[in-house]
């Protein structure tokens, strides 16, 4: 079942709660139950996405997914190349819904925290569409002249260093890590499908986010739930993957994307234009 049609709460999932009231739980759990619902009623472009990778990534590979989520955007990527997809998510919800849709896909799933999956046989590249790590451009409608920051799940800045140096250990000599660009996170609310109201709301303290996502039926609150996140201004997160091993290519024509690739000399090369 499409988590479009479920309303029911996940109280009885084994991970913890992120209602009002206990503490942040950057997995999501209330969320999962509305994601679809939620991110196919505009939140994200998946075909823009999805069409944009396949330019960056071409024809084929080995690659790893950094926070797959549902699936939405391995769905759309597979429809244009075959690739061979290893997704990892650390939100049970979340994947179990990646596993029903990409059933009979060549995709291979795994429950884990990115932070401490490993394989032996490097990937090709790596992407995070919105996942462990994302990108804002925070002066968005203007994505190819915005000024950048990335967004990260991990509690600090060296947690999030220390994820770059693990993802540049996964991948093979030239592999590239793309992650996805967005608008800047702000106070929003969209109506989505099944007479559901979304509604997001955002505070900033130093280098951190807190975000609220909620869901109501008129004035009936369905789900809540609160992530925080990490964030690291442009310059430094360049010097934070130039440190793990990365040189920057920049963001890619559609604006969609910031492209690392491991090993190479273009370090902070400018970004190529629209
Ligand atoms: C906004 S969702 C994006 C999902 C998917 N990439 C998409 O485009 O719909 C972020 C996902 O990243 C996952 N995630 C965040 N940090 C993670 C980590 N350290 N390890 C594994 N998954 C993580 C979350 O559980 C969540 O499913």
Same mark, same amino acid.
Do not use: W
């Given at each position: 079942?499409?988590?479009?049609?479920?309303?029911?709460?996940?109280?009885?999932?084994?991970?913890?709660?992120?209602?009002?009231?206990?503490?942040?739980?950057?997995?999501?759990?209330?969320?999962?139950?509305?994601?679809?619902?939620?991110?196919?009623?505009?939140?994200?472009?998946?075909?823009?996405? =999805?069409?944009? &990778? /396949?330019?960056? %990534?071409?024809? #084929? $590979?080995?690659?790893?997914?950094?926070?797959? +989520?549902?699936?939405?955007?391995?769905?759309?990527?597979?429809?244009?190349?075959?690739?061979?997809?290893?997704?990892?998510?650390?939100?049970?919800?979340?994947?179990?819904?990646?596993?029903?849709?990409?059933?009979?896909?060549?995709?291979?799933?795994?429950?884990?925290?990115?932070?401490?999956?490993?394989?032996?046989?490097?990937?090709?590249?790596?992407?995070?569409?919105?996942?462990?790590?994302?990108?804002?451009?925070?002066?968005?409608?203007?994505?190819?002249?915005?000024?950048?920051?990335?967004?990260?799940?991990?509690?600090?800045?060296?947690?999030?260093?220390?994820? =770059?140096?693990? &993802? /540049?250990?996964? %991948?093979?000599? #030239? $592999?590239?890590?793309?992650?996805?660009?967005? +608008?800047?996170?702000?106070?929003?609310?969209?109506?989505?499908?099944?007479?559901?109201?979304?509604?997001?709301?955002?505070?900033?303290?130093?280098?951190?986010?807190?975000?609220?996502?909620?869901?109501?039926?008129?004035?009936?609150?369905?789900?809540?739930?609160?992530?925080?996140?990490?964030?690291?201004?442009?310059?430094?997160?360049?010097?934070?993957?130039?440190?793990?091993?990365?040189?920057?290519?920049?963001?890619?024509?559609?604006?969609?994307?910031?492209?690392?690739?491991?090993?190479?000399?273009?370090?902070?090369?400018?970004?190529?234009?629209?």
């Amino acid at each position: 079942m499409s988590a479009a049609n479920t309303t029911t709460l996940s109280s009885s999932s084994s991970e913890p709660l992120g209602t009002s009231g206990s503490r942040d739980d950057n997995r999501y759990v209330e969320l999962a139950a509305f994601y679809d619902n939620l991110m196919t009623s505009g939140y994200y472009d998946y075909d823009s996405f =999805a069409t944009a &990778l /396949h330019q960056i %990534l071409d024809d #084929g $590979g080995e690659i790893l997914d950094v926070g797959i +989520g549902t699936g939405l955007l391995t769905e759309k990527l597979l429809r244009l190349a075959r690739y061979d997809i290893t997704g990892i998510d650390f939100s049970k919800s979340m994947i179990d819904q990646a596993r029903l849709r990409l059933k009979g896909h060549p995709v291979t799933l795994v429950h884990a925290d990115i932070r401490t999956y490993s394989r032996e046989r490097p990937f090709d590249a790596a992407i995070s569409c919105g996942g462990a790590l994302c990108i804002s451009n925070v002066l968005a409608p203007s994505r190819e002249k915005g000024r950048l920051r990335l967004y990260s799940f991990c509690d600090d800045r060296q947690a999030t260093a220390n994820l =770059a140096m693990h &993802l /540049h250990g996964q %991948l093979r000599p #030239g $592999g590239r890590f793309a992650i996805s660009i967005q +608008g800047e996170h702000a106070d929003a609310a969209l109506p989505i499908r099944h007479g559901i109201t979304y509604q997001q709301a955002v505070s900033f303290a130093p280098g951190k986010l807190r975000k609220t996502y909620r869901f109501l039926r008129g004035r009936r609150l369905l789900g809540e739930q609160t992530i925080s996140l990490t964030y690291i201004e442009e310059a430094d997160f360049l010097a934070l993957f130039a440190e793990a091993g990365f040189s920057y290519e920049g963001v890619d024509a559609s604006a969609n994307y910031c492209i690392f690739r491991k090993g190479g000399s273009c370090l902070n090369r400018p970004r190529p234009g629209p």
